[in-house]
């Protein structure tokens, strides 16, 4: 309890009520009382917003429209012909491609702001505030939410998308025992359909999502204010920013994946197909791990996951000049 309140304020780590020098312990008389009304305040105040902040509550609500949206798409979307309901949906439709790009950008909204979210709970030292078990699944939000966005990536059905889709199912393959079986469940085995990965990115992924963020937020659906904050901000993105379809990069070496896969993609140029597992395996475990360790070792695990991203973000830059030739 008190060790949440310390936490907060940026102060030493402790787990619930097992602080070391426990401030209110040491007060006596009116000041005590004092203290611990203050205390029973803040830690409300804690409560009521939850561990996950304003970021994390604003990532429920980019989910929410990222879902909305991902159900209107459905009725002009097929996994038998992406291309051709790609193409009515971005030019026959009217608004079409409003729509299309209010579901890319939410997704998008979704990812950036729960990692904004995860440093904001770093920096805070927020995440004793979860409990271990709580806090590894929030953990899996991540790489879970990188799926659920590859998914939709590949239901664009063009030549980046089949590319992206080889080279997932060729990644997953190269995983100890189950890889192959893994890859089947996950892409499919009837070439060229894309009803398996339609059902998982829909189905499997986006259920995954919205169980952990409900678990993590403690509540089932996001409040209505992070829903119409995110809803504008995708639209904004949608009118200012037009989505593109088909192959973007006619004039580029390589076909590029998902701009939040660029890291990998450059990693993958040279380094063995296992990387593009191994690595977010490391940060995943990596950023674990900070929920359980003590000061010196959670420096060091912060500082690795710095350098992983400042690593991935150099194997970015590494593929856009690559595909620039
Ligand atoms: C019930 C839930 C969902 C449904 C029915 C759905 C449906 C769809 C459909 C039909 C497409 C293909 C149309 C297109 O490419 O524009 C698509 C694409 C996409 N989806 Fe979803 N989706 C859902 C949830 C999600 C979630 C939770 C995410 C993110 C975590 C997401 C991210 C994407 C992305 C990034 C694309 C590619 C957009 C593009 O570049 O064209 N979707 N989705």
Known sequence: MGGAVLSESGAALTDGAAAPNEPVATLTGSAAAWTESATARTESATASRGPSGSLGRLAFGFLAV?????????????????AESLEALQGGLPWGFVLRALHAYSSFGLLVV??????Q???ARTERQLTPSSWWRSVL????????????????????????LAVWRGVVGTLPVLGSE??????GTIPNDLGAVTLHHAG????????????????LVPDSRSVVLAGLV??????????????????????????????????????????????????????????????RWRRFLVALLGAW????????VRILLISRG
């Open 309 to 316: 991203v400042v690593a991935y973000a150099g194997f970015t």
């Open 182 to 187: 893994l890859a089947r469940l996950l892409v």
């Open 141 to 164: 939000l991540l790489p879970v939410t990188v799926a659920a966005l590859l998914g939709g990536f590949a239901l664009r059905g063009d030549a980046e998308a089949g590319a992206a």
């Open 114 to 119: 729960t990692a904004g979210h995860l440093a």
């Open 234 to 295: 995708s639209v904004a993105l949608a009118g200012a920013i037009p989505l593109p379809l088909g192959s973007s990069s006619g004039t580029a070496r390589v076909l590029l994946g998902p701009w939040y896969l660029l890291g990998l993609q450059g990693a993958l140029v040279d380094l063995p197909a296992a990387v593009a597992w191994l690595a977010p395996l490391l940060f995943v475990v990596a950023l674990g791990l900070v929920r359980h360790t003590g000061e």
């Open 66 to 82: 990222s879902v909305l949206s991902g159900v209107a798409l459905v009725p002009f979307y097929s996994p038998a012909r992406p």
């Open 204 to 219: 499997t992924f986006t259920l995954l999502v919205w169980l952990l963020t409900s678990e993590h937020g403690k509540r």
């Open 121 to 123: 709970v770093l920096i």
